[in-house]
């Protein structure tokens, strides 16, 4: 089992930055891709970034391209993403996920193993 934590989130304006985090226990961090998800209300959850086990790959939906960056430390066993440049849009329960992966893969469908609660985005305008 792995457990995940999130934390960073909250109230920003438009054009605000926010850090979100994820710190992982339970599993060897360094053999779990992670995610990173978002659900607004009455809209399908996404996949806004995806990175390798290593850190070596990543991949970024497009509304999110350019703006955020996701990054993860081994050592540390946490992921974090760094939002900039927030829209209205953006404003969503935030999740973290992690896949237990056998090579450098990264993963932007929803077919994650582990996922933590959540925490909220508000971006006002």
């Known amino acids: 089992q792995v457990q995940l934590v999130e934390s960073g989130g909250g109230l920003v304006q438009t054009g605000g930055s926010l850090r979100l985090s994820c710190a992982a226990s339970?599993?060897?961090?360094?053999?779990?891709?992670m995610g990173w998800f978002r659900q607004a209300p009455g809209k399908e959850r996404e996949c806004v970034v995806s990175i390798s086990r290593s850190g070596g790959r990543t991949a970024y939906a497009d509304s999110v391209k350019g703006r955020f960056t996701i990054s993860r430390n081994n050592a540390k066993n946490t992921v974090s993403l760094q939002m900039n440049s927030l829209k209205p849009e953006d404003t969503a329960v935030y999740y973290c996920a992690a896949r237990t992966t056998w090579g450098e893969y990264v993963l932007m469908s929803d077919d994650y193993d582990y996922w933590g609660q959540g925490t909220q985005v508000t971006v006002s305008s």
């Open positions: 339970g599993r060897t961090f360094s053999n779990l891709a």
